[in-house]
């Protein structure tokens, strides 16, 4: 049985003539190089995008065109500069960089682009991108992250849901499933967010909240990783992998569905 061609790079020059501007859709796979704790290496949030990737090509539609992008490895990962490994690039060299690669997915005719995050560090860079795009080459840019699925219910508890945002429960459930050999359970542990506490302080002040204030991973735990990886399953990996790509293909129909002409204004930003 072959296996299903989505990678941008193993298409050929003239896959490119027949493209379908309603049902053909790019992705460009937004991670990073980063420190996640005592347990989990550095490539987590690419490994965790490619497992995806792969996860969602063995169920694709076969009517949906999706042609990914390389995987962006290096990412905006300052928080995270304090661990020795991390790699981190300038906000500003990123959005011009990714910028950049949509205007190309632009040339090759394809009118849909889908800014995949697997890094909370990437989050604002992906906005700015996904508005220049749509200012600049008309594009439809929908920006998300596999984790915005949410979870099958009772997964995972209300406070790893809540606070567990790096090196928890929940990525080290998706590393045991798709990279267990670059996992070291004896080192996991319940790396508490103090963000528990400040939250529970205040009002409405906290770090991760509406009303947040810049941080450091570390000003969250010592360790780097932020939440309970020590409850961590192969099976809960396994779960959450299928509920991400499950609503991942209902995007999909969405993104499809959606003609830009239709919800776009033909005024033009004076540039």
């Known amino acids: 049985m072959s296996r299903r061609r989505i990678w941008w790079d193993e298409f050929g020059v003239r896959d490119f003539d027949s493209i379908d501007p309603e049902r053909t859709i790019a992705m460009l796979p937004i991670a990073a190089t980063e420190q996640h704790g005592p347990h989990l290496p550095l490539c987590t ?5 490619k497992g995806m990737i792969e996860t969602v090509a ?9 042609r990914v992008l390389p995987i962006q490895r290096v990412g905006k990962s300052d928080e995270h500069l304090f661990a020795r490994g991390t790699l981190s690039l300038d906000a500003h060299g990123l959005i011009d960089t990714w910028t950049a690669l949509g205007a190309q997915v632009a040339r090759a005719g394809i009118r849909k682009l889908i800014l995949m995050n697997s890094h909370g560090g990437n989050e604002e860079v992906m906005g700015i991108v996904a508005r220049n795009l749509r200012v600049q080459e008309g594009l439809l840019v929908i920006k998300t992250s596999w984790l915005r699925f ?11 849901l809540r606070h567990g945002i790096h090196g928890g429960d929940i990525e080290t459930s998706l590393m045991l499933h ?14 508490t967010s103090r963000n528990v506490e400040i939250a529970a302080g205040n009002a409405l002040l906290n770090a991760t909240g509406p009303h947040g ?37 209902d995007l999909l129909a969405d993104v499809i569905r959606t003609d830009p002409s239709k919800i776009f204004s033909a005024k033009e930003a004076c540039l």
């Open 150 to 160: 949410g979870h099958p219910e009772g997964l995972y508890d209300a406070q790893e």
């Open 45 to 49: 949030d690419s490994a965790l995008t």
């Open 178 to 191: 798709f990279r267990p050999d670059l996992v070291d359970m004896k080192r996991a542990g319940d790396f």
């Open 213 to 249: 204030f810049g941080w450091i991973a570390a000003d969250l735990n010592e360790s780097g990783a932020i939440g309970n990886a020590a409850a961590a399953t192969a099976d809960k990996g396994a779960a959450s992998a299928r509920w991400a790509a499950a609503g991942f293909f």
């Open 58 to 66: 063995e169920g694709l539609p076969a009517d949906v065109d999706l």
